[in-house]
């Protein structure tokens, strides 16, 4: 599987953005797909997946109620709509998927992130 993400930007607080990220595969090529965020000296977090076997999507809190994950299976593309932007949300963005499955703790988001897209600047201005 390969990843191309896109529609990072510079925005203003409360403004909305939405990344694309196109896989090479089907969704039956992996067990779930979803969006990362990291800043400068932080580790990479999940924002958002959404689970091949169910469809079901996950999100973290932080990002709750404004941001939407969705897929095009036809188009082979997730989306992440993401709304009321914060500047804490200024951050690398990157799409990945799962290609093995994984165990995950009780609150973690079921992604854990084998393959990876390049990342995409999200900046959201104060």
């Known amino acids: 599987v390969q990843l191309q993400a896109s529609g990072g930007g510079l925005v203003q607080t409360g403004g909305s953005l939405r990344l694309s990220c196109v896989a090479s595969?089907?969704?039956?090529?992996?067990?779930?797909i979803g969006w990362f965020r990291q800043v400068p000296g932080e580790v990479r977090v999940a924002v958002s997946c959404?689970?091949?076997?169910?469809?079901?999507?996950y999100y973290a809190e932080s990002v709750k109620g404004r941001f939407t994950i969705s897929r095009d299976h036809a188009k082979n593309t997730v989306y992440l709509q993401m709304n009321s932007l914060k500047p804490e949300d200024t951050a690398v963005y990157y799409c990945?998927?799962?290609?093995?499955?994984?165990?995950?703790?009780?609150?973690?988001?079921?992604?854990?992130?084998?393959?990876w897209g390049q990342g995409t600047q999200v900046t959201v201005s104060s």
């Open positions: 595969g089907s969704a039956s090529d992996y067990y779930a």
């Open positions: 959404i689970s091949s076997s169910n469809g079901r999507a």
């Open positions: 990945a998927v799962d290609t093995r499955r994984y165990r995950f703790s009780s609150g973690d988001l079921p992604i854990f992130g084998d393959v």
